[in-house]
C-alpha cells in the first residue's frame, strides 16, 4: 500500500513539474514508468490495494477495468470532435495517472513486457534519495528519455531492369503502432524493407523520419532484423548477444545492468534454454531455425532502437511461439513507444488482429493501406464480404492471388484513396523547391491523417491505439487544438482509404515533429569508445577464430608433418654432402608455413563478410578497431602450430641451441605473419573465394618458380620476380641463422667449393653457402623487407575493406 502510496505521489509531483503542453506525454510516461515500479509481487498489494481506492464501487476486477477503460479513453472523455468537445468532462490528471497506475499495475502482472532495466534501475535509485536529489534525477531520467519516430514513406519506386518491384508504394506509421506489410511471395515486403531502413536505394520517392530524410545519421536508431539470420556459426547464442551488448549499448551503461538487460530479452525471447548452444552450421547442427530468428530479434531489441524493422520475424516459428513473439513486440511498441514495421506472409487471426495497420502488396502496388479492423468494411465496399469463419489474413491473400477483378479493384480503391494527394497541385507545384513540396505533402498526409480520423465515428477496437497516438501527438509539442481533436478520434480504414485526398486544413500546418533532446553527437557518434570496441571484438575474434584455425584437424596435420619431417631429416650430420638435405628442411618449412598462413587467411573474411557488414552498416563499431582487433586476436592462433612444427622437428634434425632455436622461431613466425597478411589482402579483394584461391596459388608459385630453387634456367628478364617473393627473403634469413650460429658444415671429398678445394679450410664459410645460392643481402636487409611486406599488405587490406568493400546499399 505505502509503495503504490508513494508511486501515485511521485506521479503527481512530477505532472506538476511539468510544462501543461507536454503533460501528456509525460503522463503516458509517468504512468507507464510507475508501472515498471511496482513488481509482478507488488502487483498483487497493487490489485488489493484497487479494491480498497475501489471500495465505493465493487469489486478489484472491476474497478481495474474500469481504470483501463479511463486510461484508454482519455481523449474520448475530454473532447471527440469540434462539435460535441464541450459536452464531455476531462478527468482531472491527478486522477487518471492514479487510476491508470492501478489499471496498468493489473495487466502488467498479467502479460509479459519487456522493459529496459536501466531506466528501472535509475528509478528505483531515485525513489531511495532524500527529495532534492529525486528531482535532480527526474531531470535526468527526462533528458534520457528516447525521442520516437513517426515513419513516412510516399510514392516509392523501385525499378530493377525496367521492371518495377515497388511502385508507388506509401504510408505512415506512429510511435507505439505495429504496421504490417502482407503480401504473397515477392510482392516487394523485404524490398521496401530495405528501402526503409536506408539499405537500398530507391529510384524515386521519399522516406521521412519525423520528417527529416532518413540519413546516415538515423541508422543507429534503426533496428533492420534481416530475414536470414547472420551470425557466427562458432559462437553461441549468449556469447553472440553477449558481444552486440557490449558493441550496442552506451558505455556509460554498467556492464552488469548490460548483463541483466540480455538475461531479460533472453528470457522475453524464451532462449535462456537454448543460451549455450552454437548457431552452428549445416555440418554441425547448432540452434534450431525459429531459435535463430529469435536471436536475431534478440540482437536489434537489445539496443532499444526507436524505429524496428522486421523480415518475415514469424515465419519458422510454431503459431504458440508466433504469438508469443507478437505479443512481445506489439507490448513494446506500445509502453516504450516504438515504431514497428514487420512484414508477414500468412499471420494467424489471432496475430492479424493484433497489428495496427496494414500495407498488403502485390507485385509492388499497394493493394491496401490502412488499419487492420478496417479491412472488412473495405472489402466490403469493393463488393467483397470477408466471410466470418475464414482468416482474414488468409481471405484477403487469396483474393488478391486468385481474381484479377478484385485485386484490380484494390488497386484502384488503394491509389483513389491515399495515392490522391501526390497529383495534387500543391504537391507537384513547379515553382516550389523540392523540399518545401516534401514538406507540404508530409504535412498533408499526417495531417489528414488525423483530419479525418476527427470525422469518423468512434470504434471500440482503436481505443488503446487512440491512446497512443495521443501520447504521441502531445510528446511532440504540436499545436494544442489540433491534438486536442486528433486524440479523439478514431481511424477507420474508410477514412484512411478515401480521404488522404482533401487538403489539410490551414490550422494544422503548425503540426510539429520533435526529435527530442538526444543532439547531434550522440546521434552521429559511436555507441562505445575505440578501446572498448577493440577489446571486445578482440575477443568475439578470439573466440570465433579459434576453433578453425585451431582444429583437431590441424593440430593432427601439423604434428604428423613435424614428426615426417623430423624422421626424413633425422640427425643430419653437418657435412657438405648433406647440405642440400639441410636447405631442403628449411625451405620446405618455410614454404609450408607461408602456405598454411596465406590460405588461412584467404578464408577469414569471407566467411565473416556478412556479419561485418550488417554491423558496419549499423553503425556498431569503427572498421579500424575491427581490423586491429581482427590482427591481434589472431596473432596468437596463427604462431600456435608453426611454434609447435619446429619443437618437433627441429630437435629431431639436430638443433645445436636453444638460442639458435629461438632466433630460428622468430624468423618462422615472421614469415607466417607476413604471409597472413597478404592473405589477408587477396582474402578482402576477392569477394569469390575460388578466385582468390587462384590468384594465392599463382602468386606463391610463380615466385618459388623464379626464385631458381627448381631450376636454375630462369629467363634473364625474369630473375627479378623472385625479389618479389617473401620466401626469398624468409629462406635467406633461415639460412644466414643456422650457417653462421649453427654447427659449422665441413667441406666434402671432392668439395665443389673453391674455397675448400684450395685446402685453405676444412669448413664452408657461411657467405660461400649463401653465395653458391645467389643470395647476398645481409640478416637486417632481409628482416626489413619482410617487415614491409607485413606493413604494406596490411594497410593494403584495410584500405580495401574501407573503400573497396565498405557496406554498400543495393
Ligand atoms: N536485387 C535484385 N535483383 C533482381 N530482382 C530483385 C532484386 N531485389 C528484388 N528483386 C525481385 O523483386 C521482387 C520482390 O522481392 P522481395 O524480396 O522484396 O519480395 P518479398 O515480398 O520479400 O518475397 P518473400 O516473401 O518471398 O521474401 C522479387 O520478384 C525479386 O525477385
Redo the contacts with the bound molecule.
Keep these: 500500500m505505502n509503495l503504490l502510496a508513494q508511486s501515485m505521489d511521485n506521479a503527481t509531483d512530477e505532472m506538476e513539474q511539468l510544462p501543461l503542453v507536454a503533460s501528456r506525454r509525460n503522463l503516458a510516461k509517468i504512468v507507464a514508468d510507475c508501472r515498471l515500479q511496482i513488481e509482478p509481487t507488488v502487483a498483487a498489494a497493487a490489485a488489493a490495494s484497487t479494491a480498497a481506492a475501489s471500495a465505493a464501487t465493487t469489486t478489484t476486477e472491476t474497478a481495474a477495468v474500469a481504470a483501463s477503460s479511463n486510461c484508454n479513453s482519455t481523449s474520448s472523455a475530454s473532447s471527440t470532435s469540434s462539435s460535441s468537445t464541450t459536452s464531455m468532462d476531462l478527468p482531472s490528471t491527478d486522477n487518471l495517472a492514479k487510476t491508470c497506475i492501478l489499471a496498468d499495475a493489473k495487466s502488467a502482472a498479467q502479460a509479459p513486457s519487456l522493459t529496459f532495466p536501466f531506466i528501472n534501475a535509475a528509478k528505483q535509485q531515485q525513489q531511495q534519495l532524500p527529495t532534492a536529489q529525486q528531482q535532480q534525477v527526474q531531470q535526468q531520467l527526462q533528458q534520457q528519455q528516447q525521442p520516437t519516430i513517426q515513419l513516412t514513406f510516399q510514392n516509392l519506386n523501385v525499378l ?1 531492369n525496367d521492371r518495377k ?1 515497388l511502385s508507388d508504394v506509401s504510408g505512415l506509421v506512429s510511435p507505439g503502432e505495429v504496421l504490417a506489410i502482407m ?1 504473397p ?8 524493407l530495405d528501402c526503409l531502413s536506408g539499405q537500398r536505394h530507391f529510384d524515386s520517392g521519399s522516406v521521412y523520419l519525423n520528417r527529416e530524410p532518413l540519413s546516415k545519421r538515423w541508422r543507429r536508431k534503426i533496428g533492420y532484423v534481416l ?1 536470414e539470420e547472420i551470425f557466427f556459426t562458432q559462437l553461441t547464442l549468449r556469447e553472440t548477444v553477449m558481444y552486440t551488448a557490449m558493441l550496442r549499448l552506451p558505455e556509460k551503461m554498467a556492464r552488469v545492468e548490460k548483463l541483466r538487460l540480455v538475461d531479460h530479452i533472453l528470457e522475453m525471447l524464451e532462449l535462456t534454454c537454448c543460451q549455450q548452444t552454437k548457431f552452428g552450421d549445416y555440418l554441425n547442427r547448432g540452434l534450431s531455425g525459429g531459435e535463430k530468428k529469435r536471436a536475431n530479434i534478440a540482437c536489434e531489441l537489445l539496443t532499444n532502437p526507436l524505429l524496428m524493422l522486421l523480415d ?1 520475424p514469424t515465419s519458422g516459428l510454431d503459431s504458440h511461439s508466433a504469438i508469443s513473439l507478437m505479443k512481445v513486440l506489439k507490448r513494446y511498441a506500445q509502453l516504450e513507444q516504438k515504431t514497428i514495421v514487420i ?1 508477414v ?1 500468412q499471420p494467424s487471426s489471432q496475430m492479424f488482429h493484433m497489428f495496427d495497420k496494414l500495407l498488403l502488396l502485390h507485385q ?1 502496388r499497394t493493394a491496401y493501406f490502412g488499419e487492420v479492423n478496417n479491412i472488412y468494411r473495405h472489402f466490403e465496399s469493393i463488393g467483397v464480404t470477408i466471410k466470418a469463419h475464414y482468416n482474414p489474413a488468409d481471405f484477403v491473400l487469396e483474393q488478391l492471388k486468385s481474381h484479377p477483378d478484385i485485386r484490380e479493384k484494390l488497386f484502384i480503391a488503394a491509389r483513389e484513396s491515399h495515392g490522391n494527394y501526390l497529383n495534387r497541385n500543391c504537391i507537384s507545384n513547379p515553382d516550389k523547391s523540392k523540399q518545401q513540396q516534401d514538406t507540404i505533402l508530409i504535412n498533408d498526409i499526417i495531417n489528414n491523417y488525423y483530419n479525418q480520423r476527427h470525422h469518423q465515428p468512434h470504434d471500440l477496437h482503436r481505443n488503446h491505439h487512440n491512446h497512443n497516438h495521443h501520447q504521441y501527438h502531445t510528446a511532440n509539442g504540436g499545436c494544442e487544438a489540433d491534438e486536442e481533436a486528433a486524440q479523439h478520434l478514431v481511424w477507420s480504414g474508410a477514412d484512411s482509404q478515401s480521404n488522404f485526398s482533401s487538403c489539410a486544413s490551414s490550422d494544422c500546418q503548425s503540426y510539429r515533429v520533435g526529435k527530442g533532446s538526444v543532439n547531434d553527437d550522440d546521434w552521429l557518434s559511436y555507441p562505445t569508445r575505440f578501446y572498448t570496441q577493440f577489446s571486445v571484438l578482440s575477443s568475439r575474434n578470439f573466440k570465433e577464430a579459434k576453433p578453425r584455425m585451431l582444429s583437431k584437424l590441424n593440430w593432427f596435420q601439423t604434428i604428423g608433418l613435424a614428426l615426417m619431417a623430423g624422421a626424413i631429416w633425422f640427425q643430419l650430420p653437418r657435412t657438405e654432402e648433406f647440405l642440400h638435405d639441410l636447405q631442403g628442411w628449411m625451405f620446405f618449412s618455410q614454404t609450408y608455413w607461408m602456405l598454411f598462413a596465406l590460405f588461412g587467411a584467404l578464408n577469414s573474411f569471407p566467411s565473416e563478410r556478412e556479419v561485418i557488414s550488417k554491423e558496419r552498416r549499423s553503425g556498431a563499431y569503427r572498421l579500424s578497431a575491427y581490423y586491429l582487433a581482427k590482427m591481434c586476436a589472431e596473432l596468437p592462433l596463427v604462431i600456435t602450430l608453426p611454434t609447435v612444427y619446429l619443437m618437433i622437428s627441429y630437435p629431431m634434425l639436430g638443433c645445436s641451441s636453444l638460442k639458435l632455436f629461438f632466433l630460428m622461431l622468430i624468423f618462422l613466425l615472421l614469415n607466417t605473419i607476413v604471409a597472413q597478411s597478404v592473405g589477408f589482402f587477396i582474402g578482402a579483394c576477392c569477394m569469390d573465394m575460388n578466385v582468390s584461391i587462384t590468384l594465392s596459388a599463382l602468386y606463391t608459385l610463380a615466385t618459388q618458380l623464379f626464385g631458381g630453387y627448381l631450376s636454375s634456367r630462369i629467363p634473364e628478364g625474369l630473375s627479378w620476380i623472385r625479389y618479389t617473393s617473401m620466401i626469398h627473403y624468409a629462406y635467406q634469413n633461415m639460412q644466414i641463422l643456422e650457417f653462421r650460429e649453427g654447427p659449422a658444415i665441413s667441406c666434402g671429398s671432392p668439395s665443389s667449393y673453391e674455397i675448400c678445394k684450395q685446402q685453405t679450410t676444412e669448413f664452408i664459410p657461411y657467405e660461400e653457402i649463401l653465395k653458391a645460392q645467389n643470395s647476398t643481402s645481409p640478416l637486417w636487409l632481409n628482416t626489413l623487407i619482410l617487415m614491409m611486406f607485413f606493413l604494406v599488405f596490411r594497410g593494403l587490406g584495410y584500405a580495401v575493406l574501407r573503400y573497396l568493400r565498405c557496406p554498400q546499399k ?1
Design positions: 530493377h518491384i503480401g511471395s515477392g510482392s516487394g515486403k523485404t524490398t521496401l530475414q518475415e512484414s506472409h509492388g543495393s
